[in-house]
């Protein structure tokens, strides 16, 4: 093999490599522009890895903000059974630790997720620690609190999101992960590919 031809082949590995990357962003972006708004957010997960909540899309979501040492705490067993009973249907829950009620998750990510996995086995997605009321709250929870026109009170406030995302049910934190009113919702939502109202929050 000539040296001339081998740098060739090189040149045209490295264009198919560089074609490729663009269209991965072009088709990234493309996606994007598709996703609902709610759901349209670059995010970081619990274990530190980039996801999109656009891939979620289509999905209905339960979208929860958690903390360790809270008298709440034990709704993770409740969550995880949610998650699994209906995740082959289409529901997804959603974890967002935060620390902003009595300061009851202090700890880093790392501590958060062995909590997690150690003590309730948590299977279902999580996501870094973050705010989520007042200026500083995560955009997501920004959204969520400007369509219900309720924000979380307190740990394990509960929004549930449609397929479509654009619906979103809130619940309080005594609403608890078994509570009739929410399973209810859940089930609703599973079943309805287009619904597009704003019921009020419970």
Known sequence: MSRDFGRQIIVVRLVAIALSVVGFVSASAADDRACSPLLNHHLTSLQGKPQRLCDYQGKVLLIVNTASFCGFTSQYKGLEALYQKYKDRGLVVLGFPSNDFGQQEPGNSKEIAAFCERTYQVRFPMFEKSAVTGPE????????????????????????????????????????????????????????RASRSFPKAL
């Open 137 to 192: 709250a995560n955009p997501v929870f920004q959204q969520l609190a400007a369509i219900s026109n309720d924000v979380p009170k307190w740990n394990f406030h509960k929004y549930l999101v449609s397929r479509s995302g654009t619906k979103v049910v809130s619940f309080s934190s005594s609403v608890t992960p078994e509570d009739a009113r929410l399973t209810a919702q859940i089930e609703s939502m599973l079943g309805d």
